[in-house]
């Protein structure tokens, strides 16, 4: 077992920070006000140079990160109000703008405080477009910020400054996004509510919460991430949110382009290329990305298109509409897992010559916004989504099996069709002289799966064709099933300002949810020489209504501007999958009377910024986790391994999770009439860190084996560390990475046999380096990826990409050439 090996890392993470210094871009924040020092409330305060608008809240306070630094170009307006233009120079903090009604005549100056610097994470504000975020634990991360291979969507980077994450490196390629946290199974972002532009993107939002589809990371403005008190607003989920805010249109160009081309390892090419822009009161963005390689193992190869295209008009000043299309399709061969012995001989082994994987996602999405009038707005979108996926290969329960040419294979389609609506109601009021913000907001949502697993033809090419099944079929049975749905949910939050400094914020939720299944299960009787005898149906409908209510509070003190103590607990619930309710699968079997889940989720933590160098967040947190679905080893017939999937019992998760950024260099530490282009005026250096200390046990089961053990998916150490450093056009960025070990299964089996699905998944540790330069419209990038070449796996998995181990990729490198016109 890897013990932690934090105390050899460090003098060499010490030595790199020396080495290094990253130019942060900085944050524009302050106050809109009236001429009589009133807050104006729903205000846009609008930075030109980058086409970005921020919302004041209740106190008329607004915040723009990741801007330039330098002269900006300000634009700030309100209803009722005379807009105001005018230039700031940034790095600075604590601007005051005042705006004066229609019938004045004078505007009173722009007061600039001292300067302040920015940092790489960032959190929401309490209130932001038709969302509450107060009293809750979020995150921010802004990609231009960064300094990282954004091209192959390398999770592990773009979300280093999120602590307690456990990622799940499933291709190089950053194809499918697997995150977890806090002990929630990362697979394909299961257990958040994933959005791109605040709709839905997975296959199914409560049957089969899973997604294939991952926004390019070049083309995402912000990634928002709202712990398990997003479960009010945003649905039942025990993780929380996950939101992909795109790219918009250049409001001062009438075609903006962007073109990124980026060569790699294994024979990597990624291509992404936009254009936006603004015509009178209509305005665009679009992309199309082509990315492909042939991975660190043989058998690797992929082959992905994305296209993105994003249309609105403003009819009035308080009235925009748009609407968004997104494609994405990819091929992968899968090189298939392996089992302790293969991985210990040689990780970058693959004895799976025929095993595929196709995706074709289509998104479609119509919104509206529309101001009532200052304090008010009302949202509404509209969103649907035709998809498959289709899996095709050989995946015997042991995986050191040789794999024939004359074998049938498993294939498993999947096809999904839903839609569903939203609107939202946010008003800012005042009730005998105290601030209030009420939120209102309703979803219907109704899906259709149709999935069908069978016999899939021999060869070794990507055909997915059902054929009739043989004796040389290497699955059992066949199913073809539908899986409706219905949804339908109300939801009502409020902040109550009690004083300038404390607020309390209740929330309620209404669910209800029809699931049902109708399908024929064909089992398969054979002789030992693999004759068919006999064909069994079974014909199953199963159809499950429920409806239940969902409570919330929330918290939040600020004895002063830059400190912030919240608290706040919210209950959860997360409904059987359609994977929960029927699947053949070798590896794994379905316990028939599974439950769904429920519990609660509470945060309690400190945020803040100190001196203008230190920005922090420390929070504890806990997880109630009833009938957490889990799966135990248990043994076949022939003494084969095999998974038991159901309810393992109560399962609580606690833990501290703490980040912290230092600004150790700045520009504003050079004399004060230092030229802006001096070296010593650009250059900059901050360190970050953070880590996630987490305890989680089954407290309650009827199973002996599952009981006081160690929850699976939880690290006990999540520890990142990193730096940004630059010198002029010069950036750099270093990043380490360690997980102490972890287990697969709730009876924390440290081996699975000749199948590999469970057991230990090791310590782990790894090294990322990055640098880039920037002149004008020229921008040149490097990364290396896993500097180390450390061997080392994150995930043993049951079914496809497996099943068995995936060794994660060794040693890559990437160079980037971006242009913007």
């Not at 004359?406 to 569903?420: A, E, P, S």
């Not at 669910?511 to 064909?522: F, K, Q, W």
């Not at 004399?671 to 250096?685: K, L, V």
């Given at each position: 077992m890897m013990r932690f090996p934090v105390y050899r890392a460090l003098p060499l993470l010490l030595t790199l920070?020396?080495?290094?210094?990253?130019?942060?871009?900085?944050?524009?924040r302050g106050?809109?006000?009236?001429?009589?020092?009133?807050?104006?409330?729903?205000?846009?305060?609008?930075v030109k140079s980058v086409g970005r608008t921020a919302l004041t809240d209740s106190t008329g306070r607004f915040e723009l990160r990741g801007l330039p630094a330098g002269v900006q170009q300000v634009q700030v307006s309100a209803l009722g109000f005379q807009a105001l233009q005018t230039e700031v120079r940034l790095p600075a903090d604590g601007f005051t703008f005042e705006l004066r009604s229609r019938d004045q005549t004078t505007l009173k100056e722009v007061v600039v405080a001292a300067p302040k610097t920015t940092f790489g994470q960032t959190r929401l504000r309490e209130v932001e477009g038709t969302a509450i975020f107060a009293a809750k634990k979020s995150e921010v991360i802004v990609p231009e910020n960064l300094v990282a291979n954004l091209a192959t969507n390398n999770a592990r980077q773009v979300y280093a400054r999120v602590p307690g994450l456990n990622i799940w490196e499933n291709d190089g390629g950053g194809l499918q996004l697997s995150i977890g946290g806090r002990g929630l199974d990362p697979n394909r972002t299961s257990n958040f509510n994933v959005r791109q532009n605040n709709y839905d993107i997975s296959a199914d939002a409560l049957g089969y919460p899973e997604s294939y589809y991952t926004p390019p990371t070049e083309a995402v403005q912000r990634i928002q991430l709202v712990r398990g008190a997003a479960s009010l607003q945003y649905g039942t989920q025990f993780g929380g949110l996950l939101n992909f805010e795109?790219?918009?249109p250049d409001p001062n160009h009438k075609a903006a382009i962007t073109s990124r081309q980026t060569v790699g390892s294994f024979g990597f090419f990624n291509s992404?290329?936009?254009?936006?822009?603004?015509?009178g009161k209509l305005s665009y963005y679009t992309f199309v990305q082509y990315k492909r390689g042939d991975g660190w193992r043989p058998n690797s190869h992929f082959d992905s298109k994305t296209a993105y295209a994003d249309v609105r008009y403003q009819f009035t000043d308080n009235l925009k509409v748009g609407a968004q299309y997104t494609h994405m399709d990819y091929l992968a061969q899968q090189p298939g897992g392996l089992n302790d012995k293969q991985f210990a001989q040689n990780p970058r082994q693959s004895n799976r010559e025929r095993n595929w994987f196709a995706v074709d996602w289509n998104l479609f999405n119509v919104n509206a916004d529309w101001k009532l009038s200052p304090k008010a707005n009302v949202n509404f979108i509209g969103f649907g989504l035709l998809a498959s996926r289709k899996s095709l290969g050989?995946?015997?329960?042991?995986?050191?099996?040789?794999?024939?040419?004359?074998?049938?294979?498993?294939?498993?389609?999947?096809?999904?069709?839903?839609?569903?609506?939203?609107?939202?109601?946010?008003?800012?009021?005042?009730?005998?002289?105290?601030?209030?913000?009420?939120?209102?907001?309703?979803?219907?949502y109704r899906g259709n799966t149709h999935s069908i697993q069978g016999f899939g033809p021999a060869g070794r090419g990507a055909d997915f064709s059902f054929v009739a099944p043989d004796q040389f079929a290497s699955t059992r049975n066949r199913s073809d099933y539908r899986f409706p749905n219905h949804n339908v949910a109300a939801f009502a939050e409020n902040i109550f300002y009690l004083s300038e400094k404390f607020s309390v914020t209740?929330?309620?939720?209404?669910?209800?949810?029809?699931?049902?299944?109708?399908?024929?299960?064909?089992?398969?009787n054979r002789d030992l020489a693999g004759n068919i005898i006999q064909i069994r149906s079974q014909d199953e409908h199963r159809e499950s209504g429920r409806g239940f209510v969902l409570g919330g509070l929330g918290l939040n003190y600020k004895p002063r501007e830059q400190l912030e103590i919240y608290g706040n607990v919210s209950q959860n619930y997360r409904s059987i999958t359609f994977s929960d309710m029927q699947i053949v699968n070798p590896s794994s079997v379905i316990d028939p009377n599974l439950q769904d889940e429920r519990g609660y989720s509470a945060d309690l933590g400190v945020r803040g910024e100190k001196t203008g160098r230190l920005t922090y967040d420390v929070s504890l947190f806990a997880l109630n986790?009833?009938?957490?679905?889990?799966?135990?080893?248990?043994?076949?017939?022939?003494?084969?391994?095999?998974?038991?999937?159901?309810?393992?019992?109560?399962?609580?998760?606690?833990?501290?999770?703490?980040?912290?950024?230092?600004?150790?260099?700045?520009?504003?530490?050079?004399?004060?009439?230092?030229?802006?282009?001096?070296?010593?005026?650009?250059?900059?250096?901050?360190?970050?860190?953070?880590?996630?200390?987490?305890?989680?046990?089954y407290v309650e089961s009827q199973l002996n084996e599952v009981r006081g053990k160690r929850v699976e998916f939880v690290p006990d150490v999540n520890l990142k560390l990193g730096t940004r450093a630059?010198?002029?056009?010069?950036?750099?960025?270093?990043?380490?990475?360690?997980?102490?070990?972890?287990?697969?299964?709730?009876?924390?089996?440290?081996?699975?046999?000749?199948?590999a699905v469970i057991g230990l998944i090791p310590a782990y540790q790894i090294l990322d380096a990055s640098l880039s330069w920037e002149r004008r419209w020229l921008k040149l990038e490097a990364s290396v990826n896993n500097l180390a070449d450390a061997r080392y796996f994150t995930r043993r998995a049951t079914a496809y990409p497996g099943p068995g181990i995936l060794p994660s990729d060794g040693r890559s490198y990437f160079f980037t050439v971006g242009v913007k016109l």
């Open positions: 920070l020396l080495a290094l210094g990253a130019r942060a871009q900085e944050t524009l106050r809109v006000l009236t001429t009589a020092a009133k807050p104006v409330i729903g205000g846009e305060v609008y795109m790219r918009g992404f290329n936009s254009v936006g822009g603004t015509v050989f995946r015997p329960n042991q995986v050191d099996r040789r794999d024939e040419e004359y074998i049938g294979r498993d294939l498993i389609t999947g096809d999904f069709r839903n839609y569903g609506f939203e609107a939202r109601f946010l008003d800012r009021y005042q009730v005998a002289g105290k601030d209030g913000v009420l939120l209102m907001g309703a979803r219907y209740p929330g309620v939720r209404y669910e209800y949810i029809l699931t049902r299944s109708n399908g024929t299960l064909d089992v398969i986790y009833g009938n957490r679905i889990g799966e135990i080893q248990e043994y076949d017939n022939l003494n084969n391994v095999y998974r038991r999937r159901l309810n393992a019992g109560r399962a609580f998760i606690a833990g501290l999770e703490t980040y912290g950024e230092l600004e150790l260099l700045h520009w504003r530490d050079a004399p004060a009439d230092a030229a802006a282009e001096s070296p010593a005026a650009r250059t900059q250096w901050s360190v970050f860190g953070n880590v996630a200390l987490i305890r989680g046990r630059g010198y002029g056009p010069f950036k750099a960025s270093l990043q380490y990475v360690y997980l102490s070990d972890q287990y697969s299964d709730a009876t924390n089996a440290p081996e699975g046999g000749g199948s």
